[in-house]
């Protein structure tokens, strides 16, 4: 026979071995969609005009990036600049004039990093600031030059949830994770929109639009983006 407390030793295993299975189920169904979804879409391709979509970088990983890394830590933000970027005047299009691998233009991935640093994050889990900048670039190469969705509403929303957080009377109470968790949210939250939202992939049966309705989501591309972010998290130099 059991006791009381080994019969309740057994049922916490038995629900967090349950926990884990789904974890673990889910973890695969994110991992294989994405890569389904990544072969479907090897050219992202503007529907509404056929022209093949530009990213922001041409490659995913050039060969230049540890060069680009190597700038970027170098890279010194202006005092002003720095000052203005922890208000709600900084306005993140005022670099899109600027070529991306520019200095200008590596000044927004070097915003990242200090939003990071200066909410405590890269001292807290000890963040190697070549691996944040490395995974910052990889996502940026992930956004394509539409109007809206682009690298720089990514900074813009990443922006956002770094002064919501700093305007909290209290913010030090949300714990280091869940701000790590929010602003890497924000970073990769619209990689790869294409301009178009579900309604229409789901309607002309594209390619996200196929996938989606085999496996019964109407969420087209935050399943996507999703799948990304994962993809991009677990890959090689990012995590």
């Given at each position: ?54 990213r922001t970088l041409p490659a995913v990983m050039s060969k230049n990036v540890d060069d680009l ?70 996502c940026r190469s992930q956004y394509n030059n539409v109007s809206y969705h682009n690298f720089y ?79 991009t998290l677990t890959s090689e130099g990012c995590n």
């Amino acid at each position: 026979t059991f006791t009381k407390e080994e019969e309740e030793l057994l049922e916490s295993f038995s629900s967090f071995a349950g926990i884990t299975l789904a974890n673990l189920k889910l973890y695969e169904f994110a991992t294989n969609a994405g890569i389904e979804a990544t072969a479907l879409m090897k050219e992202t391709t503007d529907y509404t005009s056929g022209v093949v979509l530009q990213r922001t970088l041409p490659a995913v990983m050039s060969k230049n990036v540890d060069d680009l890394i190597t700038r970027c830590l170098a890279l010194q933000v202006p005092e002003d600049v720095l000052a203005l970027s922890r208000t709600v005047n900084f306005n993140p299009l005022d670099y899109l004039v600027h070529p991306p691998n520019s200095d200008e233009g590596l000044l927004i991935v070097r915003l990242l990093v200090e939003l990071f640093e200066d909410m405590g994050l890269i001292n807290e889990f000890s963040i190697d600031q070549s691996v944040l900048i490395r995974f910052i670039i990889r996502c940026r190469s992930q956004y394509n030059n539409v109007s809206y969705h682009n690298f720089y509403h990514a900074f813009d929303v990443t922006h956002c949830l770094y002064l919501l957080l700093k305007c909290m009377a209290d913010w030090e109470l949300i714990t280091p994770l869940d701000r790590l968790a929010l602003l890497v949210a924000g970073i990769v939250h619209d990689m790869d929109h294409m301009g178009l939202n579900n309604s229409y992939h789901l309607r002309c049966d594209s390619p996200f639009g196929i996938l989606a309705s085999k496996t019964g989501q109407s969420s087209v591309l935050e399943v996507h983006h999703c799948n990304l972010a994962v993809q991009t998290l677990t890959s090689e130099g990012c995590n």
